[in-house]
């Protein structure tokens, strides 16, 4: 990252601060040379979820954690196989599967799926129910839970042909 990248995310982190409370660890903008990619971290969300939905979103949990509080290095297999262990996956082979071409396959796929949906802006949260498996957009940008939970439990709770009330991609 140069410096007007650092300056640029620096002043997200700062709105993402004020608006959710999220404390950030600023130090990281005092690292040389990094290259700011999240593909690791996505394929790390991927291969957990190969295991289960759950232990997607708690890892995911604990990689945002370990890269914004604790100033880990999430570019990183090792690193990211790390944070999984404690999770309860083997380390090793975690490692080897995020470094695995059907995971960065897998990955791109989702990748693929974001852009096919016209996401362009981060945090945004979809969701899809069986039998369609149609997706919606539950919020783009950041939302407290308090507001994005009842909405998403009162969808759910929708036939499926009424999916479209959150607008459908």
């Known amino acids: 990252m140069d410096a007007a990248a650092k ?3 620096s002043a997200h982190w700062e709105r993402v601060q004020d ?3 999220q404390p950030f660890d600023h130090a990281f903008f005092d690292r040389e040379g990094f290259f700011y990619d999240s593909e690791m971290a996505c394929r790390a969300i991927v291969a957990a979820r190969r295991r289960s939905a759950e232990d997607a ?3 995911l949990g604990n990689i945002q954690r370990s890269f914004y509080l604790c100033n880990e290095d999430v570019t990183d297999p090792v690193v990211l196989a790390g944070i999984a262990a404690r999770q309860g996956f083997g380390a090793e082979i975690f490692r080897d599967l995020l470094r695995s071409d059907d995971l960065g396959a ?3 796929q989702d990748f693929a799926l974001t852009q096919k949906s016209g996401i362009v802006g981060f945090p945004t949260l979809v969701a899809a129910k ?3 498996r149609r997706y919606v957009i539950v919020t783009e940008g950041f ?3 308090k507001r994005i939970i009842p909405m998403l439990d009162r969808w759910l709770r929708q036939p499926a042909s009424a999916a479209s009330a959150l607008g459908a991609v």
Request: hydrophobic residues 35%; charged residues 20%; proline residues 11%.
């Open 57 to 59: 979103f708690i890892l």
């Open 130 to 132: 069986e039998p369609d």
């Open 106 to 108: 897998e990955t791109r």
């Open 7 to 9: 300056s640029l995310t």
């Open 143 to 145: 939302q407290p839970a």
């Open 19 to 21: 608006a959710s409370g």
